[in-house]
């Protein structure tokens, strides 16, 4: 067969970063000293579309599952349509001058009262911007800290709880600082006894900062959710304290995405009677004019799933690009992250139709064949796989290899080894279920869940997300997320657990392995009930270690140790209340408010 050998940039159009208005770093770039490598060069088959489409016709005749998946309700004429006031220089100078304002606040001496600090803090990041000011925050704790031990008052529940989380999210190391209050926590069983809800509510998200075999925080968590459930039952509670409450309830402030948060709490923060109006402008402000890039981001991943056809040519797959966009504001909200979520938003494309390929259409002699062509990742080397597969696995060929080029291109740096061996491990454990599936076996949970972390892809999108958000990518990080890293395992953990919970039924029905909580079940012979509030636990259990992982680590950054945290938490925002991934519906609201409506300013 006649090849034609290209150089990629020749082949492809690539989507600069600057062109699609994305902000990414630019870097020395001087062609004369780098050497293109050779896997990125693509061969061309002149007779590949004549043979691969011959085999089309033969494949109808064979029996396959459908999930009947429902078509999209974002079409990519109306995100086109879209568009946004808030571009302009005007908005950008009032915000400019607004940080200007709030640099000034953080830049006053913490008073021998830190209360007023640590709540100006707290406010900053429920509202969503307190990624502005990093390092002033980082100066005002590091100050409070070191008083810590000079201060020899016994500090109320409150400050405590505020000062103890606050602490161990910037990465102050701090033990269990509550023994003050052990006997109230313990001994308290009168609504009235401890005075001022806002004590309890900061103990409760405290608590979510615990490390493994912290037993006195998890006494304290108990108590604190008693306790609020039993305030919300007293005849006159605060309109803005019962909000605060449910919300806190509901899920708590450690394992929520800050761009949801903040949409929340902008809303509850204007009702608060201590309101500071120059932050409610700020944080509506803000949220405006990100909402106007995240606009351009999903546009331009709407042009290139459209584009691609992988829709059409594949339509057994879900057809998600909207909520494939939303889990990257989830997994990185900042302006410098605008390239990471377009790539990321492709990533997660491939991802879906890859997972209904394993989960739904492919036979299993299929998904072995096709895991062997990953393995190989050689466009000439897949004749024996069928037409829809070679559709597919050209798609993800090609634009690996250019995304792969485009950080070679700007850094120096070879990461096409890294990012294929994400997608021959995800490939390898999809074909584990996939057996699983077919000869009806019933996996334990510790055998399910040695598999499941990996095949509901966290590694895959978090190594990725590491190559596209990082500006100087580290070859040491590198080689620390290519094997088995445990933030990253920790994270992917919460999310298959948090998926399991919300989609076990479904996938069931439509022919699929048994999740972790039918496993559970099935080891132990419990009830539907109490597996899923085992796998409750193991979400809760997950978490400390992910939060002391962090508190250890030495090896990676924190671009990805933030991100591995916000997949988590996205997870548990998306599959909160059923299917926010499958059921487009579910994800309806977090569209219009995060993407599509502003705020009214």
């Not at 349509?81 to 607004?98: A, E, I």
Request: proline share 3%; hydrophobic share 40%.
């Amino acid at each position: 067969m006649a090849l034609l050998h290209l150089p990629l940039p020749s082949t492809f159009k690539f989507h600069s970063p600057l062109a699609n208005g994305a902000r990414r770093p630019s870097w020395n770039y001087r062609p004369s000293s780098i050497r293109i490598p050779s896997y990125f060069m693509i061969s061309v088959g002149f007779e590949c579309k004549k043979r691969i489409k011959g085999q089309y016709e033969s494949e109808n005749a064979t029996v396959r599952r459908s999930a009947n998946y429902h078509p999209s309700i974002w079409k990519d004429e109306f995100i086109q349509s879209l568009s946004s006031q808030f571009k302009g220089v005007t908005y950008g100078k009032r915000l400019n001058h607004l940080i200007g304002e709030v640099k000034a606040m953080l830049k006053k001496a913490p008073s021998e009262d830190s209360l007023e600090q640590l709540e100006l803090i707290d406010t900053l990041q429920r509202l969503g911007i307190s990624y502005y000011f990093e390092s002033e925050i980082k100066h005002v704790l590091k100050t409070l800290y070191n008083k810590r031990d000079l201060d020899d008052n016994k500090k109320d529940l409150y400050v405590t709880s505020l000062e103890f989380r606050l602490f161990r999210q910037h990465g102050f190391e701090i033990s269990q600082v509550f023994s003050d209050f052990k006997d109230e926590i313990e001994i308290s069983d009168n609504i009235s006894f401890l005075g001022n809800i806002n004590r309890i509510l900061s103990l409760y998200e405290a608590s979510f900062s615990s490390f493994e075999n912290e037993d006195f925080l998890e006494k304290a968590k108990c108590f604190a959710i008693n306790y609020l459930e039993k305030y919300m039952r007293r005849t006159r509670v605060d309109e803005v304290d019962m909000a605060m409450i449910k919300h806190a309830l509901e899920l708590p402030l450690h394992w929520r995405t800050s761009r949801m948060e903040a949409r929340w709490f902008i809303d509850i923060y204007e009702r608060k009677k201590d309101m500071n109006p120059i932050l409610l402008e700020m944080a509506k402000l803000d949220f405006n004019i990100l909402q106007s890039i995240y606009l351009e981001d999903l546009k331009s991943a709407s042009s290139w799933w459209t584009s691609s056809r992988l829709g059409e040519n594949l339509s057994f797959s879900r057809d998600r690009l909207m909520a494939n966009f939303l889990w990257t504001i989830g997994t990185g909200f900042e302006p410098e992250f605008s390239y990471c979520r377009r790539m990321i938003t492709k990533i997660n494309s491939f991802i879906t139709i890859l997972d209904d390929i394993y989960d739904v259409y492919g036979t299993l002699d299929e998904l072995e064949l096709f895991t062997k062509a990953i393995e190989r990742w050689d466009v000439n080397a897949i004749d024996e796989i069928p037409y829809y597969m070679k559709v597919y696995f050209l798609a993800l060929h090609d634009s690996i290899n250019e995304m792969a080029f485009q950080v070679f291109k700007d850094q120096e740096v070879d990461v096409i080894q890294y990012l294929h061996n994400m997608w021959i491990g995800l490939c390898k454990s999809y074909l584990q279920e996939a057996k699983w599936y077919h000869s009806n076996y019933k996996p334990t949970l510790e055998e399910y869940m040695d598999n499941a972390w990996v095949s509901i892809s966290g590694p895959v999108i978090l190594v990725h997300s590491y190559v596209f958000a990082t500006s100087h990518i580290a070859k040491e990080e590198l080689e620390s997320l290519d094997k088995t890293n445990d933030i990253i395992r920790w994270s992917s953990t919460i999310l298959r657990l948090a998926d399991d919970l919300a989609t076990s039924s479904d996938e069931l029905k439509r022919g699929d392995v048994p999740k972790s909580i039918q496993c559970y079940m099935n080891d132990t012979g419990v009830s539907e009930n109490d597996a899923r509030n085992y796998i409750k636990h193991l979400i809760n259990e997950t978490w400390k270690k992910l939060n002391e992982s962090e508190a250890e680590n030495i090896a990676l950054s924190q671009v990805i140790i933030q991100m591995s945290k916000n997949l988590a938490r996205m997870a548990q925002c998306m599959y909160l209340n059923g299917d926010g991934y499958g059921i487009e519906q579910e994800t309806k609201d977090h569209v219009l408010s995060l993407i599509i409506h502003p705020i009214p300013i």
